[in-house]
């Protein structure tokens, strides 16, 4: 089958690999359909992953569709169109028992290795899932797989900050950073803040960010100059005190760093 993998420091192939098999009775096979790039693949991109195996097959968020499952799945089945987990968790560890999943003593991120034990991911044809009970969730036949993609990791990144701040009715929340996970906490921020603006380095990020239906005037996007207010968590005071002048109460810091892993 066809892979994506890096050949070296900035240097993609798509390569001819063997199809993966079924190895535990807990794992799925899915054929992919979908598939998306994260910022987090930059970082074994641009050689920023010590020790990442160069066979590593990239990406974490896909849809496909099941095409085999072992003998120990019991909640999906073959045919069904899925999303991914981006991240892998057994339920049973004691940070699983506490709600922080992506904590897992025995996680793996599809697409990555070095930092993870290796797993590969799902920019191929097919890719293994294991923990498949767990790892993969049915897609409703309402929603688009372009949609659904999202699920895996930028949509529930960009929730998860907004929960984690403790966003509430008639907060004035400063989401630092335009990107993809960015832009989904500015959309589930709306709806509970007063209002929320959104602060990047990056013009064109500003300019193409809102989309029609989720724009609003509770919505504001502003540029800051990334010479004199860089976006770094070492250099958040001059952040702090221009987001207090706007009168925020609420401020989500999203950069590269600072995901739901
Ligand atoms: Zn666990």
């Given at each position: 089958?066809?892979a994506?993998?890096?050949?070296?420091?900035q240097?993609i192939?798509?390569?001819d690999?063997?199809?993966?098999e079924?190895?535990?009775?807990?794992?799925?096979?899915?054929?992919?359909?979908?598939?998306?790039?994260c910022?987090?693949?930059?970082?074994?991109?641009?050689?920023?992953?010590p020790?990442?195996d160069?066979?590593t097959?990239?990406?974490?968020?896909?849809i496909?569709t099941?095409?085999?499952?072992g003998?120990?799945?019991?909640?999906i089945?073959v045919?069904?169109?899925?999303?991914?987990?981006?991240?892998t968790?057994d339920?049973?560890?004691?940070?699983?028992?506490?709600g922080?999943?992506?904590?897992?003593?025995?996680?793996?991120?599809?697409?990555?290795?070095s930092?993870?034990?290796?797993?590969?991911?799902?920019?191929a044809e097919?890719?293994?899932?294991?923990?498949?009970?767990?790892?993969?969730w049915?897609?409703?036949?309402?929603?688009?797989?372009?949609?659904?993609v999202?699920?895996a990791?930028?949509?529930?990144?960009?929730?998860?900050?907004?929960?984690?701040?403790?966003v509430?009715?008639d907060?004035?929340v400063?989401?630092m950073?335009?990107?993809?996970?960015?832009?989904?906490?500015i959309?589930?921020?709306?709806?509970?803040?007063?209002?929320?603006?959104?602060?990047?380095?990056?013009?064109?990020?500003l300019a193409t960010?809102?989309?029609?239906?989720?724009?609003t005037?509770a919505?504001?996007?502003?540029?800051?100059?990334?010479?004199?207010h860089?976006?770094?968590f070492?250099?958040?005071?001059?952040?702090?005190r221009?987001?207090?002048?706007?009168?925020?109460?609420?401020?989500l810091a999203?950069?590269?760093?600072q995901t739901?892993?």
């Amino acid at each position: 089958m066809k892979a994506i993998r890096l050949v070296a420091a900035q240097q993609i192939e798509v390569a001819d690999v063997d199809e993966p098999e079924i190895l535990l009775p807990t794992d799925a096979l899915v054929k992919v359909t979908h598939s998306a790039i994260c910022g987090a693949d930059l970082m074994p991109f641009h050689g920023y992953v010590p020790g990442f195996d160069l066979a590593t097959i990239l990406g974490h968020e896909f849809i496909g569709t099941v095409v085999e499952v072992g003998s120990g799945v019991t909640s999906i089945g073959v045919g069904q169109r899925v999303v991914n987990t981006s991240m892998t968790s057994d339920g049973h560890c004691v940070h699983c028992r506490a709600g922080r999943f992506t904590q897992c003593e025995s996680r793996s991120l599809f697409g990555f290795s070095s930092v993870y034990p290796r797993l590969d991911g799902g920019q191929a044809e097919y890719v293994r899932i294991p923990l498949a009970d767990r790892t993969l969730w049915q897609v409703p036949d309402e929603v688009a797989s372009e949609d659904a993609v999202f699920v895996a990791d930028i949509l529930p990144t960009g929730l998860a900050a907004v929960e984690r701040g403790g966003v509430r009715i008639d907060d004035l929340v400063v989401v630092m950073g335009c990107g993809p996970v960015g832009l989904m906490a500015i959309m589930c921020a709306v709806g509970t803040a007063r209002r929320v603006i959104g602060v990047d380095t990056v013009p064109a990020r500003l300019a193409t960010g809102p989309r029609p239906k989720w724009q609003t005037p509770a919505v504001e996007l502003a540029r800051m100059s990334s010479s004199r207010h860089p976006v770094r968590f070492r250099l958040l005071r001059p952040l702090y005190r221009w987001c207090a002048r706007r009168g925020s109460s609420r401020w989500l810091a999203l950069t590269s760093s600072q995901t739901s892993h």
